[in-house]
């Protein structure tokens, strides 16, 4: 069926690359309007902090994205110079349209103000400039504006600049090492003419998507340097497969080379491109729409990759032809007609005859860096790792560095008391004052506010709200300590009146539903990621052990890439060289997204080497025969590629934003290790050692997966 495919793509060369040159186009006027329909939303449904929410959102008339807080910092002030200043902040507040003030408080010599909007955060993002010159028209030139939309709108150029900068490094990158790797000839700007054509068309189904689920801010980053890094591993592939066949064979027509060459790379790709898939897909099982949006966009690229593999690739091949491959002048590195006498033939041969030697090495190394995982903390996310040069994060230091970061995310207390009029009462006042000194007595609040002004009583006077303020982040493990001690000790033991329900909001308490939602779901995430793939490979390999040794070395990566993250961030390993944030603890998020990404990209590489290596084996070649010639056909390949993926995410670690930087070193460290040491050494020394049980397939499980063994392998399964 491929090789039908594979000639009728061919026949209509010409057509197919028109489409695709329609669809990039369509798919970059989208990718340039898709910032608009993003979001930082980290929103759990159906978390106490959502219920919060609601309620504060319903009654309060609080609307977090949209609100902006203004700071301004006075000195030596009186009550009626304060008043003045609020009134300021309030004639400022009118050029947002519908603006409203929903508190405004003097604490520690700055004045506190929030100006609510009705506006979502992108919506409410383009208020911000206006905004400011409103305050410096009102006489307050230093007065600070920052709050989600404020921060958008101070991050979104930055971001744009770091995508554009990385995607500047990475082509320029990636070209280099296509020069070097194939040489002075024309099909080394295919792997790049495959990449803009699959983001391209990538970027423009999640702008659709983005019309019917929420997406975040870092999509774009993320989606741009990573497919392009997996658009150049298929891609470059296939072109080396076809020029092998071209050299192998000087009198192959164009047409037939490009068919063999599909029906070995491309069946490869596909196979790859289902594991990457696979993987990704788990992220949708996990219930916080921020995580689903990043599995929904991120299964786009393999999906997209693969199409292109199956279409534009072939198409391309066949107009440029045999001369297209043909180095001119400078051959480059994969230009050798005997890869068996090559560098890597000399690794496999080297490995077979020390496989106990290496192994031990390779796992002793893996091990010690793998270590430092105990050394592992979680966040939901953090303020102080965004650029401390913009205006919003100079006005969240204006206050942090007096009253520490905890009075820019207050925890905030919703009592339902179940019916009008009961706010005043004595006896909710009595329990009301009582939790509050229950709460100031705790050594992590900095300060209780609680009060029966409009700020804490909705007009019906059912609805209470309490603000407790902590003396750190709130992504602190101390923070996030503090609400667990309000949801299981404070809250329960309040002594309020009647049916009265208290809830717990505000961005610490919805961070501790990030991360509790987060590692819930990822065992589920894990074990399905396994289990599936092990299927998958079960039935590609046609082995019992191949899959378990696979999966086995994918979860290697995984934990090297981890302690990296914790060598990198937390300890400064290379940390100023790479220009990287130093925290003490790394992004949920982060781990979450980690791990799908690089279990399907490790899976990527392994099933190039091993699917040569069968190839090999069903041809007739020995185990150690086979072992060889998969390394010397596909490691410089893997390597080539896995470089120019790292090169790719050098855009995310030169970043600004610690969230990016530490996707950019995971996927880097994960994926360099993996190409080399893992792949390079544990997988050949494994197989040695496994010997013919590599290719074991009992009758039974053959049966049950639907896979008819071949004779080869039938003979390997009887013995």
């Known amino acids: 069926m491929l090789l039908r495919w594979t000639r009728a793509v061919v026949r209509n060369r010409a057509p197919i690359v028109g489409v695709w040159i329609v669809v990039s186009l369509l798919g970059v006027a989208a990718g340039l309007n898709l910032n608009s329909h993003l979001t930082t939303s980290v929103t759990i449904p159906g978390s106490p902090s959502e219920k919060a929410g609601l309620l504060l959102a319903k009654h309060f008339d609080e609307n977090t994205e949209g609100t902006f807080t203004v700071l301004y910092k006075f000195k030596k002030s009186t009550d009626a110079q304060i008043q003045g200043y609020k009134d300021k902040v309030v004639a400022a507040s009118l050029v947002i349209p519908g603006s409203h003030i929903s508190q405004q408080r003097a604490l520690v010599g700055v004045l506190f103000a929030s100006v609510g909007t009705s506006f979502q955060l992108i919506e409410a993002a383009k208020y911000t400039q206006a905004l400011r010159q409103a305050l410096r028209d009102q006489g307050l030139p230093d007065a600070s504006v920052t709050g989600p939309p404020a921060i958008e709108h101070d991050v979104s150029p930055i971001l744009d600049s770091d995508l554009r900068w990385g995607q500047v490094l990475a082509i320029v990158l990636a070209l280099l090492l296509l020069l070097l790797v194939l040489g002075a000839c024309l099909a080394m700007f295919i792997p790049l003419i495959f990449a803009a054509a699959s983001i391209s068309l990538a970027l423009g189904i999640i702008f659709l998507m983005a019309h019917k689920m929420l997406m975040v801010l870092y999509i774009p980053n993320i989606i741009e340097l990573i497919g392009l890094g997996l658009a150049i591993d298929y891609s470059l592939l296939i072109v080396h497969r076809f020029r092998r066949e071209i050299m192998n064979d000087e009198n192959i027509?164009?047409?037939?080379?490009?068919?063999?060459?599909?029906?070995?790379?491309?069946?490869?790709?596909?196979?790859?491109?289902?594991?990457?898939?696979?993987?990704?897909?788990?992220?949708?099982?996990?219930?916080?729409?921020?995580?689903?949006?990043?599995?929904?966009?991120?299964?786009?690229?393999?999906?997209?990759?693969?199409?292109?593999?199956?279409?534009?690739?072939?198409?391309?091949?066949?107009?440029?032809?045999?001369?297209?491959?043909?180095?001119?002048?400078?051959?480059?590195?994969?230009?050798?007609?005997?890869?068996?006498?090559?560098?890597?033939?000399?690794?496999?041969?080297?490995?077979?005859?020390?496989?106990?030697?290496?192994?031990?090495?390779?796992?002793?190394?893996?091990?010690?860096?793998?270590?430092?995982?105990?050394?592992?903390?979680?966040?939901?996310?953090?303020?102080?790792?965004?650029?401390?040069?913009?205006?919003?994060?100079?006005?969240?230091?204006?206050?942090?560095?007096?009253?520490?970061?905890?009075?820019?995310?207050?925890?905030?207390?919703?009592?339902?008391?179940?019916?009008?009029?009961?706010?005043?009462?004595?006896?909710?006042?009595?329990?009301?004052?009582?939790?509050?000194?229950?709460?100031?007595?705790?050594?992590?609040?900095?300060?209780?506010?609680?009060?029966?002004?409009?700020t804490y009583v909705d007009p019906s006077g059912r609805y209470l709200r309490i603000f407790v303020v902590g003396r750190h982040d709130f992504g602190a493990a101390v923070s996030q300590d503090l609400v667990r001690q309000m949801r299981?000790?404070?809250?329960?033991?309040?002594?309020?009146?009647?049916?009265?329900?208290?809830?717990?909001?505000?961005?610490?308490?919805?961070?501790?539903?990030?991360?509790?939602?987060?590692?819930?779901?990822?065992?589920?995430?894990?074990?399905?990621?396994?289990?599936?793939?092990?299927?998958?490979?079960?039935?590609?390999?046609?082995?019992?052990?191949?899959?378990?040794?696979?999966?086995?070395?994918?979860?290697?990566?995984?934990?090297?890439?981890?302690?990296?993250?914790?060598?990198?961030?937390?300890?400064?390993?290379?940390?100023?060289?790479?220009?990287?944030?130093?925290?003490?603890?790394?992004?949920?998020?982060?781990?979450?997204?980690?791990?799908?990404?690089?279990?399907?990209?490790?899976?990527?590489?392994?099933?190039?080497?091993?699917?040569?290596?069968?190839?090999?084996?069903?041809?007739?070649?020995?185990?150690?025969?086979?072992?060889?010639?998969?390394?010397?056909?596909?490691?410089?390949?893997?390597?080539?590629?896995?470089?120019?993926?790292?090169?790719?995410?050098?855009?995310?670690?030169?970043?600004?934003?610690?969230?990016?930087?530490?996707?950019?070193?995971?996927?880097?460290?994960?994926?360099?290790?993996?190409?080399?040491?893992?792949?390079?050494?544990?997988?050949?020394?494994?197989?040695?050692?496994?010997?013919?049980?590599?290719?074991?397939?009992?009758?039974?499980?053959?049966?049950?997966?639907?896979?008819?063994?071949?004779?080869?392998?039938e003979r390997e399964t009887r013995l």
């Not at 897909?281 to 689903?292: G, I, R």
């Not at 086995?552 to 060598?567: E, K, Q, R």
């Not at 799908?596 to 091993?610: Q, T």
């Not at 090169?647 to 610690?658: E, I, K, Q, R, S």
């Open 253 to 454: 027509s164009v047409d037939d080379a490009i068919a063999k060459t599909m029906d070995t790379a491309g069946r490869t790709v596909i196979l790859s491109g289902l594991s990457v898939s696979i993987g990704i897909a788990t992220l949708l099982l996990v219930p916080v729409p921020f995580v689903h949006s990043l599995g929904a966009a991120g299964l786009v690229v393999p999906v997209v990759s693969v199409l292109a593999a199956l279409t534009l690739q072939p198409a391309l091949l066949a107009i440029l032809g045999r001369k297209g491959v043909t180095p001119y002048k400078f051959q480059g590195l994969m230009a050798r007609k005997d890869l068996m006498s090559g560098m890597w033939a000399k690794i496999a041969h080297f490995v077979i005859r020390r496989p106990v030697t290496v192994l031990l090495s390779a796992l002793a190394v893996l091990a010690l860096i793998a270590s430092s995982v105990m050394w592992l903390q979680v966040t939901p996310s953090s303020l102080t790792a965004i650029p401390q040069n913009l205006e919003s994060a100079k006005a969240l230091n204006i206050v942090t560095d007096r009253a520490g970061h905890g009075i820019i995310t207050p925890n905030e207390i919703v009592i339902d008391l179940g019916a009008e009029h009961l706010a005043n009462t004595p006896e909710v006042k009595k329990a009301r004052l009582a939790l509050a000194a229950q709460l100031q007595k705790d050594h992590e609040v900095f300060i209780v506010a609680t009060d029966v002004t409009p």
């Open 488 to 713: 299981e000790k404070y809250l329960p033991n309040a002594n309020f009146p009647g049916n009265a329900k208290l809830y717990l909001g505000g961005a610490p308490a919805q961070g501790v539903d990030l991360v509790d939602h987060l590692l819930k779901s990822f065992p589920w995430i894990v074990l399905l990621a396994l289990v599936m793939a092990y299927l998958v490979l079960l039935r590609a390999f046609r082995s019992v052990f191949l899959p378990l040794k696979a999966i086995l070395m994918d979860l290697t990566s995984i934990a090297v890439a981890y302690g990296s993250l914790v060598l990198v961030f937390k300890f400064g390993l290379g940390s100023a060289i790479l220009g990287t944030y130093r925290l003490d603890q790394i992004e949920a998020w982060v781990l979450v997204f980690l791990f799908p990404v690089l279990f399907g990209l490790s899976m990527d590489y392994e099933v190039f080497i091993v699917s040569r290596m069968r190839e090999a084996k069903l041809h007739g070649a020995s185990n150690n025969e086979a072992i060889v010639e998969g390394l010397a056909h596909t490691g410089g390949v893997v390597t080539a590629a896995a470089i120019i993926l790292v090169g790719a995410l050098g855009g995310l670690v030169n970043g600004h934003f610690a969230g990016l930087q530490e996707i950019g070193i995971g996927l880097a460290f994960g994926i360099l290790i993996d190409a080399t040491i893992i792949r390079g050494l544990l997988l050949p020394s494994t197989m040695v050692l496994l010997g013919r049980w590599n290719w074991w397939l009992p009758t039974s499980i053959a049966r049950i997966v639907k896979v008819k063994a071949s004779p080869l392998e």
